[in-house]
């Protein structure tokens, strides 16, 4: 199978998921009113540069053992990740960004010396570019399979996470074709360009 772009991800505003990753509790932090009207406007503004989209792809696991799966890409070395996707038929390879806007423009903000802002700017990214993958995961996924008898795992897992190293972002990033599908580059060190950009891993389980 080839890479499956989704070019326009719709998402609500993370607001609460924003001021939870601020370190602001709903049911304990007192926000004054003020303060609290310049930060919705700062998070409205903020989600506005935001342009989520993503990409995945299914590839079958062609052999797979207590160390290792193998894939139409390559092999991943992992005991964990082998024991995540045990009974699984399939692998997805996922990836979201919300394009690189915002990110120039927080850091416009740390440039000028405005922390407070960019933390707000940084925060809404974050929230945003996870909600994105969640989108690919949780929605877009299950409803493509549902029909054919197969179950999408509810977990996933990254590159970087356990004993998957963050060098399998490379198999990842080839897989999904990342340059061309998302505009998004991978560094030397496997760091992803723009910086609000993520992938993730995930089965699928044939029913019967």
């Known amino acids: 199978m080839k890479p499956q772009p989704v070019s326009s991800i719709y998402l609500p505003l993370p607001k609460d998921a924003v001021l939870s990753r601020l370190g602001a509790n709903r049911h304990r932090t007192e926000i004054p009113a003020d303060y609290a009207q310049k930060l919705n406007q700062q998070m409205k503004d903020a989600f506005a540069l935001c342009k989520p989209c993503g990409v995945w792809i299914e590839l079958p696991i062609t052999a797979a053992s207590s160390g290792q799966i193998e894939t139409g890409a390559g092999i991943l070395r992992s005991e964990k990740l082998a024991e995540f996707l045990q009974g699984c038929s399939s692998i997805f390879f996922m990836a979201a960004t919300v394009g690189k806007e915002i990110v120039e423009e927080t850091q416009r903000c740390f440039d000028e010396h405005d922390g407070a802002k ?30 054919s008898g197969g179950a999408v795992l509810p977990q996933r897992y990254s590159a970087g996470y356990g004993d998957l190293g963050l060098d399998n972002q490379r198999q990842i990033a080839d897989a999904l074709q990342l340059t061309s599908t998302l505009g998004v580059q991978l560094t030397e060190r496997f760091q992803m360009i723009p910086e609000k950009s993520v992938t993730a891993i995930t089965g699928l389980r044939r029913n019967g």
Do not use: M, N, Q
């Open 118 to 147: 960019a933390l707000v700017y940084d925060a809404v990214a974050s929230e945003t570019v996870d909600d994105a993958l969640g989108y690919i995961h949780k929605t877009l996924l299950p409803a493509s399979y549902v029909r």
